[in-house]
Each structure stands twice: as C-alpha cells, then as structure tokens.
C-alpha cells in the first residue's frame, strides 16, 4: 500500500478482554516497529521485527503484551487481561531494511480505550 | 541505554517570531539523531535527521537542527514560524551500530498563534 496502515482505528474494550491490533507496513519494508504513546509520556518503544523475527521484544511492559508478524509483512499486537493502564495510541512503523536508511514511516495509530 | 530530553513541553509564538526546541541525549558512543513531528491529526513524519558529517542539518519547511557533540544536544531551530507549524516536535536518538531501537524524546507541543 502506499503508507503503513493500522486496524482499528479507534479501540474501546472493557478491563480483561483481550485485544488485537493490526499493522499492515509499507509494501517491501522489511522492519516493522511498534510504539506506544500515552499522553505526557512520549513514544514508548515496545517491539521491533526484521523480517519475521524480533531481535528486541525488550519494551514490551508484561507477559500481557506479545507481537507477532507473518510472511515478512502484517504484524499483530495482542494485549490479553487489558489493564486501564494500557489506555493509549499504539504507533506502528516500518522500514526499508534496517535504521541505516534513516527513516520510520509511522501509520496513524490505533487508539485503545479501556474502561 | 539511551535516553532523550526535551525539557520544552509548550511553546507559544506569535508568526515570524524565531523557535528553537531543545534535545538532549544521554549515550557514550555515536549516535544518529532524528526530529520527527506529528501534525494535528496526522501521523508521524521525518523533519531531519544527522547520520555523520556537517553537523548543521537542513530539513524540510525551512527547519535546521545542529548536533553539539560537546553538549549532547540536537536542537531544532527555524528563523521564522508560520501558522502551519502548530504540531508536536519529537527528538529521537540511536546508537550508530547494533540496536535498531529509536528513543523518542517526550515531544514538544508547538502553538502558533496567528
């Protein structure tokens, strides 16, 4: 597609489902990337993809949260048990290749609401 | 690990008027340094960014940042703010080998007040 597109986009769900956010990156990006951000608190790094193996899964908060991605191209979060305090934009983004080439195309998020 | 400050949380201007936002980093060995902003209702987009060389960088819509090795510091300036900069400024910084990870820096909410 032309830039990385993320589902839903919008999110409510009650304390202890689960949830699942898509990330559908930029056609040939080999890195993919997820990011939260809370209000105040910036961008929160939570897991990168090269290819479809995760060399640094080290910001994701809990045992709750996992990620994983499929034929080199759509990754899925998936937040179990939400929390109110996993209330927040989940960023995704993708590049070509590794960080060398300077640039992360982020989609336009998926707000999660927990109530 | 690296870290990001921006210690400008909002920043006011009037149009015309000069900005430079302020970014810090913390990491002992070299770093790549990148200034992103997310306009109202959009998605993050690239300003600039320094990988080696002239440490005055130019991006886009008239908006320069230079890296102070000495400071640890990758400010962003422009001489002169339009309307259409209303935005949020993030800082991010990367080690220069290994870790793919970009820290981001809290943001910078820019208000131009026409």
């Known amino acids: 597609g032309a830039g990385v597109s993320q589902s839903p986009s919008n999110k409510v769900t009650e304390k202890g489902k689960d949830v699942e956010l898509r990330c559908d990156p930029i056609?040939?990006?080999?890195?993919l990337y997820w990011y939260r951000q809370s209000l105040g608190q910036g961008l929160e790094f939570l897991i990168y993809?090269?290819?479809?193996?995760?060399?640094?899964k080290s910001g994701l908060p809990s045992d709750r949260f996992s990620a994983e991605r499929t034929g080199g191209s759509v990754s899925t979060l998936t937040i179990q048990r939400t929390q109110q305090e996993d209330s927040a934009v989940y960023l995704c983004a993708s590049s070509l290749g590794s960080l060398g080439t300077g640039e992360l195309f982020f989609g336009e998020g998926s707000r999660l609401t927990v109530l | 690990a690296q870290s990001v400050s921006q210690h400008n949380h909002h920043v006011i201007l009037s149009e015309a008027a000069s900005l430079e936002l302020g970014c810090n980093y913390s990491?002992?060995?070299?770093?790549?340094l990148f200034w992103y902003v997310q306009y109202p209702g959009q998605h993050l987009q690239l300003l600039l960014k320094y990988f080696s060389g002239d440490p005055l960088v130019k991006g886009i819509k008239g908006f320069e940042a230079e890296f102070i090795k000495s400071k640890f510091s990758f400010n962003l300036r422009k001489p002169s703010v339009q309307w259409s900069d209303t935005a949020e400024y993030f800082c991010a910084v990367r080690p220069n080998f290994g870790n793919e990870k970009l820290t981001f820096g809290t943001g910078t909410r820019l208000t131009i007040i026409p």
């Open positions: 993809f090269q290819g479809n193996s995760a060399p640094d």
């Open positions: 056609s040939g990006h080999t890195a």
């Open positions: 990491y002992g060995g070299t770093v790549n």
